[in-house]
């Protein structure tokens, strides 16, 4: 596990911005794009504020979990989708991520195990909620760390179906086309477009596209 005094200076930054649910669900709309993401609303998102610690990984300042509601009229009857937002604000790889993510996806499920009525949780028809893993990464180096868990198990290959597996989202700054971002203004897209100029000449030289 790296050290969390690592992450730069702006991890905080990140956080404070994507705390905001309308910064939150703009960047999800537009960089996530999943159709029943779409059509959501700031009241349809909750950031779950608290930290999902365990003894064996700390979560990092940067991460952020929030939890949608879909369908339904009331709280009583909507399904809750879960989106454990990883910011990876570093220089290099992280190469324990898969497992770094089955944890925390671990201790969300459990939590939420926990807090349901022992005798609902036992009912035929009870389902843990999904959970959608994202993670942000604005290194310079290309992301070379398997997105899928299966891939950090031994001779996975051998065992089919049987290995547990996940795949996460990568949204890797530096490979975000320059006109895609462009196409809209919000914060969000403002500030992806400003992360991408790594020198004081880019910088310069960009400026007027953040309009």
């Known amino acids: 596990m790296q050290d969390t005094k690592e ?13 905001v649910k309308k910064n939150f669900l703009d960047f999800i709309k537009k960089y996530v794009g999943f159709d029943w993401m779409l059509d959501l609303t700031v009241d349809d998102i909750e950031l779950v504020n608290k930290e999902f610690v365990t003894d064996q990984f700390d979560t990092y300042e940067s991460d952020l979990v929030y939890k949608i509601h879909l369908g339904g009229l009331s709280r009583e009857s909507v399904e809750e989708v879960y989106i454990f937002f990883l910011q990876e604000m570093q220089s290099k790889n992280d190469f324990t991520m898969p497992f770094r ?10 939590d939420f195990f926990k807090n349901t009525d022992e005798k609902r949780r036992k009912r035929k028809d009870y389902r843990l909620p999904p959970i959608i893993p994202l993670v942000l990464y604005n290194g310079a180096p290309d992301w070379t760390a398997p997105l899928h868990f299966k891939d950090k198990v031994a001779h996975s290959d051998r065992f089919n179906g049987y290995v547990c597996d996940f795949e996460y989202i990568l949204i890797n700054v530096c490979k975000l086309d320059r006109g895609e971002i462009k196409k809209r203004n919000t914060l969000i897209d403002n500030i992806l477009l400003a ?4 020198t004081k000449e880019a910088w310069l030289e960009n400026v007027k596209d953040l309009s």
């Open 195 to 198: 992360d991408q100029f790594r």
């Open 7 to 19: 992450h730069q200076p702006h991890d905080k930054g990140y956080k404070r911005i994507f705390s």
């Open 101 to 110: 993510l089955l944890v925390y996806m671990t201790a969300i499920w459990m």
